[in-house]
Nanobody, 128 residues
Framework: QVQLVESGGGLVQAGGSLRLSCAASGLTFSSYVMGWFRQAPGKEREFVAAISRSGSNVRYADSVKGRFTISRANAKNTVTLQMNSLKPEDTAVYYC?????????????????????WGQGTQVTVSS
């Protein structure tokens, strides 16, 4: 079955960096748009970043542009989120997700309901 396993979360001071990784198995990785979402306590799950099947196109939420970088290695079935200049408002559980719909051939979705597979999440806490 499909598994997405996130790692790399933790506690960091404001201004610091973290690198999240997601290892995928049970799917043809290069046939999926991969995304990162986050959910803070009491808030809805929100889009962070996503990358096209080939890795040639990316999308970011306005709140993380210029600070976060998403990348993927199709040969290793992994997607990574490099997070720099972290702020306390970045504190959340971060989820890796996969979208293999036919639309994902041309569209990088930002809506969580478009993504069919999800990891269990990894906690990121940024202290002020």
């Amino acid at each position: 079955q499909v598994q997405l396993v996130e790692s790399g979360g933790g506690l960091v001071q404001a201004g610091g960096s973290l690198r999240l990784s997601c290892a995928a198995s049970g799917l043809t990785f290069s046939s999926y748009v991969m995304g990162w979402f986050r959910q803070a306590p009491g808030k809805e799950r929100e889009f962070v970043a996503a990358i096209s099947r080939s890795g040639s196109n990316v999308r970011y939420a306005d709140s993380v542009k210029g600070r976060f970088t998403i990348s993927r290695a199709n040969a290793k079935n992994t997607v990574t989120l490099q997070m720099n200049s972290l702020k306390p408002e970045d504190t959340a559980v971060y989820y890796c997700a996969a979208d293999g719909s036919s639309a994902s051939i041309v569209i990088i979705a930002t809506t969580h309901f478009t993504y069919e597979f999800w990891g269990q999440g990894t906690q990121v806490t940024v202290s002020s």
